[in-house]
């Protein structure tokens, strides 16, 4: 199988490699839209800001490319941020696949959320196996609102969507690869999901 990890710059990308390894895979590192496009499964990590991360990715074309990807897509942290219609961070426009906006977390609560908070309403092929209210770690001042492509929900200041799905992208708010066993097996539900 061939996994490829986008690699435009804006993420934490070794964690995902060790992940994918433990599971008994190998993933490359790639922003050559060619081998993107030839791949088995893609991740969309990211870490950092939204605005500058978008540039990155206009840059590269690859803001053209990914929305077009027909094999499974994962976007983790800021990649499913960016995935969305718009986030609040930079006032800046996302990929447009999840119908949904990112809104900044209110002053009445810690930002960023750092640390495990609970998963629930989980649905999708994803979480197979998987418990409500499963513990998982995040770090994140933005949240992408509920809504119909939501997957799981995270309780933090508002109920948010802690993961997206639709069609053949799926995203998490969460870092699977830095949420211990439950973690791995959500990612290893990723690797599993079928080709179209």
């Not at 964690?15 to 599971?23: G, P, Q």
């Not at 590269?60 to 990914?66: C, K, V, Y």
């Not at 609560?109 to 908070?117: A, T």
């Amino acid at each position: 199988m061939k996994i490829v990890i986008i690699n435009y710059g804006a993420g934490n990308i070794q964690s995902i490699m060790f992940a994918i390894e433990r599971l008994g895979f190998k993933a490359v590192l790639s922003n050559n839209p060619e081998e993107i496009k030839s791949a088995d499964k893609v991740i969309f990590p990211g870490v950092g800001e939204a605005s500058s991360a978008m540039s990155k990715l206009r840059e590269s074309g690859l803001d053209s490319l990914i929305p077009q990807l027909k094999q499974p897509v994962l976007g983790i942290c800021l990649g499913m941020q960016l995935m969305c219609n718009k986030t609040e961070e930079g006032n800046t426009d996302g990929l447009g696949i999840f119908n949904v906006d990112v809104l900044k977390f209110s002053n009445n609560v810690k930002v960023p959320q750092m640390g495990w908070n609970q998963i629930y309403h989980l649905k999708s092929d994803l979480f197979k196996g998987i418990s409500e209210n499963e513990f998982m770690y995040l770090v994140h001042s933005f949240y992408a609102l509920n809504c119909a492509e939501s997957i799981a929900t995270t309780n933090y200041d508002v109920e948010y969507a802690s993961a997206l799905q639709k069609d053949n992208f799926y995203g998490t708010q969460f870092h699977p690869e830095k949420s211990g066993d439950v973690g791995e097996k959500i990612l290893g539900n990723f690797l599993k999901i079928p080709i179209s």
